[in-house]
């Protein structure tokens, strides 16, 4: 598939994880980033198709890396990750524009639901 998705989480085994899903489903299109600032960078560089990025991480977390995202591509399609306890982060990250979150610890198939249902 030439879907191109970004993978930004602090934690490389999230990355395998998700990377690992996605693969198996014909999506070998992916790019990472291990934090926010890293994930501003290589939106800019990469243009990703969707982006699925976590929200606790270090330098720049999610929130603050959606905001830059979408403020340079207001339609720049994220899917936030967060664990469970986090409502009120994921409340303010639809808020700001990211289109559906994912609750870890992931199940492989929603994580493929959900890409589906942003970008076919």
């Known amino acids: 598939?030439?879907?191109?998705?970004?993978?930004?989480?602090?934690?490389?085994?999230?990355?395998?994880?998700?990377?690992?899903?996605?693969?198996?489903?014909?999506?070998?299109?992916?790019?990472?980033?291990?934090?926010?600032?890293?994930?501003?960078?290589?939106?800019?560089?990469?243009?990703?198709?969707?982006?699925?990025?976590?929200?606790?991480?270090?330098?720049?977390?999610?929130?603050?890396?959606?905001?830059?995202?979408k403020t340079a591509d207001p339609e720049a399609r994220v899917v936030m990750c967060s664990a469970m306890g986090q409502e009120g982060m994921v409340v303010e990250a639809i808020k700001l524009g990211a289109k559906d979150f994912i609750v870890k610890p992931f199940k492989q198939d929603r994580i493929l639901q959900t890409v589906e249902k942003i970008i076919g």
């Open 1 to 69: 598939m030439s879907k191109k998705i970004m993978l930004v989480d602090d934690a490389a085994f999230m990355r395998m994880t998700i990377k690992n899903a996605l693969t198996k489903a014909g999506y070998d299109n992916i790019v990472e980033a291990s934090d926010g600032q890293i994930a501003v960078e290589t939106y800019q560089k990469e243009h990703p198709d969707l982006v699925i990025m976590d929200i606790t991480m270090p330098n720049m977390d999610g929130i603050q890396a959606l905001q830059a995202i």
